[in-house]
């Protein structure tokens, strides 16, 4: 019987690669602006260090040689969550990473892209406090909710007692977020958080 590989007409899997699958997050979007969706991926190399690379697509669709667009020496990627979207409003995606702290505080940078290959450094568009808010219990998913042309977060919120919320966090002009605002929520009996995904653009 023919492989999923073989029947789509891929080579053989390689026996040992030099690319961790199970360290790294993907996310699609148009980080350099021609108006095709590239594909980024924050990659773990344990510790704290972490870096996006980014496998921009030619005309054909085909992805090209991975390029590092940003470096950390400070995050870990186990606490990190990567969300793309265009947090300013330039027409170009940008990255976003909710990082949750030991602590239990939270943090939210943005790293813009710039266009020409790299992003810009990571800025603090969202603080949380210790306590504030439990990131292992919402599912987030970025969109343009408000309809200003910047990508916003939205979340759907699991509480200790089985009820929930939806928050939306929108983008101000200089591409940081404000404060949450409720949406719908309901009590205990009407939903079930664990039979929830939430969709955006890309999945």
Not at 53 to 79: E, H, I, M, Q, Y
Not at 125 to 140: E, H, I, K, M, Y
């Amino acid at each position: 019987m023919a492989t999923s590989e073989q029947c789509v007409g891929l080579p053989p899997r390689r026996p040992q690669s030099n690319w961790n699958a199970s360290a790294t997050t993907l996310e699609a979007g148009d980080f350099n602006g021609d108006g095709r969706d590239d594909l980024a991926a924050l990659y773990g190399y344990g510790g704290t260090t972490t870096k996006t690379w980014v496998f921009a697509t030619a005309p054909t669709g085909a992805f090209g040689t991975p390029k590092t667009w940003w470096t950390s020496t400070t995050l870990d990627w186990k606490r990190a969550q990567v969300h793309a979207g265009d947090f300013n409003g330039d027409r170009l995606d940008d990255i976003a990473i909710w990082y949750d702290y030991a602590d239990g505080s939270d943090k939210v940078f943005i790293t813009p892209s710039t266009g020409s290959g790299t992003f810009g450094t990571a800025g603090v568009a969202l603080t949380s406090p210790v306590g504030g808010w439990d990131v292992s219990q919402s599912r987030l998913v970025v969109g343009d909710y408000n309809g200003d042309g910047r990508s916003d977060l939205g979340a759907m919120y699991n509480y200790a007692d089985g009820s929930v919320k939806t928050w939306t966090m929108t983008t101000k002009s200089d591409g940081t977020f404000n404060a949450a605002v409720a949406g719908w929520a309901t009590n205990t009996s009407a939903w079930s958080y664990a039979h929830t995904r939430l969709f955006s653009s890309y999945n």
